[in-house]
C-alpha cells in the first residue's frame, strides 16, 4: 500500500485504484444529477449564466471578426449558433468560436483548487452546441457541466509539473474537460469515456508562449471544439489508449515532469471541482484582483486629485510579477497582463471592467501617469489572492489597505446579485437589456428546463 | 560566438540567428521554386504518388467509415474533397479525413533526418483540400510541400527531447509543417508566417501513449487540419508570439526537456529536408523494416516447408523491440507493432503490404505457429536500419542473411518504378486501374500542371 493509499484510506476517501483512466470514465458515466449537491447544481447556474455574458460581451470583437470570416470561408454549413450572431456555422467551427468569445476577455471563471483552468469556455462551448441537435434537459446539461470540471481539474492534479512546464492549462486540460462533458451529454457508458478521455487527451494543446495574443483565447476555442469531437468519435465506436492518464507515455507523464496519477481518483464523488470556481469581477487574470481590490478600496479616501499621489507601494505575490509584468502596456489586450495599468486604472476608474482594457485606456495620459508612480514589491509569505496598497501623498500623508481574499474567489465570492450584474451588463449591447434580462431568469432555473436551447435561441443575434 | 556559431561560420553555413522563428519564416515565405534542386522537385513528385496511394488504400478503411459518419453529421457544407468517395466536406473536416487515410495503414513517408516524422500526411492532406479552392500550379504546389517538410523537421531537430517524451512526432511536428505548407502556398509574407506557425505550433499535439489504437492515425488529420486553419487565421491578421519555437515558454522548451533552437537555422536553404524522405515497401513502422527484408531475403532459400524450422534468429536495433515489441497480435492493427508477427509473415508470404497486416493474417495458424519460433535479440550497435536473421532448420542447417539498409531509405531507395507499382497496387481497388495509371501519369509531371485540381478530380470517388 503506498503512502497515498494509505492517507485515503485514514481519511475515508476513495481507494485508489490501479486503473486511473478506467475509474474516472466509469464515474463520470454513471453518476446520477441527484448526486450533485445543491451547492454544485448552483455553481451550475451561476457558471452557465456568467460565462453566457462573458461570451456575449466578446462577440463583437474584431478577434472574433477575423476567426469568423475563417470558419465561415471554409465552407462549413450551418447547424449551431454563433453567440451574439445570427451565423450558424458547423458544430466543429462554433464550438471554436463560442469558446475563443467566452475567453477573450479573460473576464471567466476561474477554477481555485490548485489548477489555473478556466474550464467554462472549453466545457460551455462544447455543451451548448451539442444541445442544440436535441432536446436535452437542464439537469442532464448540468450534470455534463459538473462532469466537465471533475476531468479537467482532476487530470491537471495528476500533471503537478504541467503549468510550470509552459504549458496554458485552458488549452489542455479544457480539451479533457470538454471531451468529459460533451461524453456525459451524449450518454456515453464507461468504455466509451475512456475513449472520450483519450481521444480529448490526445488533442490537448495551447502554449502560454502565447499569452498576450489573439492565440491565447484560440485556445479555449480549440479545446471546446476538440473535446466535442473526441465524444462524437468515441461515440461511434473510435478507441485510444484505456490508461491516457496513467500509462507510460499517457498525459501525466508526457505534459508534466513529475507524475501522480493517483490523485486523480482522490474523494471522487465526495469532493466536486465545480464548487470550487470563482468568478471575476474584474475583465483580466485572477492573478491581478486582490491588488485591483486594493486600489479600488483606496480610491474612496483622499487625495481626490491624482496628481497629489507622491507614490503607490503595492506589495503582491511574486506570481503576479512573474505573468503580469508589463510595466508599458501597448494596447489593450496587453493591458490585461500590467500589474500596473490595472492597479492604476482601478484607482482612476474604480472599476476594472472591459471598458478599463481598451486601447485607449492603455494609451490615456492619466493612467500612464499613474502607472510611473508605482513602486511593486513582492512578498513570498503572501497567498495569491492577497495583496496590499499604501498610496502616499505629496504632503507626506499615506493610505493603506489590505485584501486577504481577492473578490471573486471562493473565500470571498461574488453574489447572486453581482454575478447577474456582470452578466446584464455584459450581455446588453449585444442582445439587449431586455433579453439578457430573460436569459437570466432562465439560467437561474436550468435544472428545470426541458430543452436547453430555450437558453441558446435567447443568444443568438437578432 | 557559441560553439554552434562558430561551427557554421566555419563550415559557410547560415549564420545562426537571433530570432529563430523570424528567420525560419522568412526563409520559408521568401525561397523560390528554382531554389529547388531538381532532387528535391523530383521527390515532390514521389512524395504526392506515394501518398496519395496510401491514402486511397484506406479510404475504405472500417475506421475511416466512423470517422466521415461523425465528420458528415457535425454538418459540415461541402467544398473539398475527401479522397476516394464522392462526399465533399468542410475544409477542416476534409483535412482531418484525408490525413487519417494517409497515415492509417502506416504505410507512408518516413523523413531519415532523425526525427520520426511522417511529413507528408499533415502537408499534402491540408495542401490538397486547400489547392481545391482556386487555380493553384504544381510549382507552388511543390514550394509549399517542400516548406512543410523544412518546418517540421527543423523544429523537431530544436528539440532533442522530443521524442522521447512521449510524443507522436506526426502529430505535433506535422500541425507545424502543415501551418507552413498551407502558409507558403497562401502566399504568407515572413510577419504572416511567424503567426502561422505560431497558431500551428499552439495547437500541436499527439501522445505515443496512443499507438496501436485508431487514435493515431487520427492525429495525422488533426495535424493537417489545425496547420490548415492556422494558416487560415494567419492571413486574416491573427497573431502570435514572435518566438514560437525558441521562446522561453516557446515549443523547443515546453515540449522537450533539451532545446537546441539554433539547429533550426542551420544549413537552410543548403539542405532541403525533403530530399532525405524515405518511403516504404512495407505496411508498417520503418523500424520493422530491415527484419522483414532479412526474412524475404531467406525466404527464397530452403527448406519449402515452414514446419521444417527448428527456430529463427532475428537479431535488431533494441528501437525495434521498444516500439513494435507485441508478440501475440490480437488482430491486424495490433500486428503493425510486432515484429514478431512482421517477420514470420513476411517469410511466409515473401511480402508486408497490406494484405499481411489483416486481421485474418494476424489470427492465421501458420503464421502464429511461425511467430513462437522467432527469437529476438537486440544489438546496440546496429543502426536502426540494419537486421540480421537466421533460419536454423530441423535438420541443423543454417541459412543467414544481413541486411545494412532496409529498403526504403535513403541509403537504399525505392525505384521510381517501385513508387508506382506500390501506388497502382494502393490506389486501384479505390478508384480503378485506369484512373491509378492516368493518376500517376499527371503527378510524375506535377511541377508542369497548371492547376492542381486536376489531381484531386481524379482521386475523387465516381
Known sequence: MSARTAANTQYGLAPVGLNVTRDLSAFL?????EDLPEAAVHQGRRGVLDWLGCALAASRHPTITKLLSVLKSTGAGGQATVLGHTLKLG???AAIANGQMGHLLDYDDTHMGGVVLHASSPILAALFVLAERGPLDGRAFIAAYAAGFEAGVRVGQSAPGHYDGGWHLTGTLGTIAAGAACGRLLG??????????????TQASGMQQNRGTMAKSFHAGKAASNGLLAAL?????????PEIIEGKHGFSRTYSNVADPELVLQGLGARWEITRNGYKPYACGVVLHPAIDAMIALAGKPPPDPNAIARVELRVHPHAVKITGVRDPANGLQSKFSLWHSAAVAYLDRAAGTAQYTDARAAAPDVAALRER???????TFRKDQA???IIITTGER??????????TVDNPMSDDAIEAKFIANASPAVGAERAQNIAALVWRLDTLTDVRSVVELCAGS
Open 374 to 380: 508605482i513602486e511593486v514589491s513582492t512578498d513570498e
Open 388 to 390: 496590499s496598497a499604501a
Open 233 to 241: 468519435l468515441a461515440q461511434q465506436g473510435f478507441d485510444s489508449s
Open 91 to 93: 458544430l466543429l467551427e
Open 399 to 408: 493610505y493603506a489597505a489590505m485584501i486577504d481574499h481577492a473578490s471573486g
Open 29 to 33: 458515466a454513471t453518476f446520477h444529477f
Open 188 to 201: 456515453l457508458d464507461g468504455q466509451q469515456m475512456v475513449h472520450a478521455l483519450g481521444i480529448a487527451a
